[in-house]
């Protein structure tokens, strides 16, 4: 199972990168085995404000459809619209082209809240 240095992770197995005032959000390794094929990813919030812990998503599975949420708030910018026609992509690279939103961060303090890969690794017994 991969867990990225450069990310910051949440306990609901979302990560975050970083980028100035702005961050890219997918769901983890762990996450991607654990749901298993991914065959939709939905988010309807591109252009609203979300607190940290809302859900701005659904990703659905053979096996089940969960809640994705934010790592810290701020602005859906952008969904990744390469995984309209190919979901499965967030399984074959979950950390790199299978990322599933863009935000611009409202309260960057949030930030420091998350889990970095050591402790995140801890939490998924890796």
Do not use: C, R
Not at 49 to 59: M, V
């Amino acid at each position: 199972m991969k867990i990225p240095e450069n990310l910051l992770y949440t306990k609901d197995h979302e990560w975050l990168k970083v980028e100035g005032n702005e961050a890219f959000i997918g769901v983890t390794d762990f996450a991607q085995s654990e749901l298993g094929d991914i065959v939709y990813i939905e988010v309807e919030t591109v252009g609203e404000t979300l607190d940290k812990e809302e859900s701005f998503g659904t990703i659905e599975a053979v096996k089940t459809v969960s809640d994705m949420f934010m790592p810290v708030g701020g602005e859906i910018l952008e969904f990744n619209s390469k995984l309209e026609s190919a979901p499965e992509t967030t399984n074959k690279d979950p950390y790199g082209e299978g990322w599933i939103v863009k935000i611009k961060i409202s309260n960057p303090d949030e930030i420091a809240e998350l889990l970095s890969a050591e402790k995140y690794t801890e939490l998924v017994g890796a």
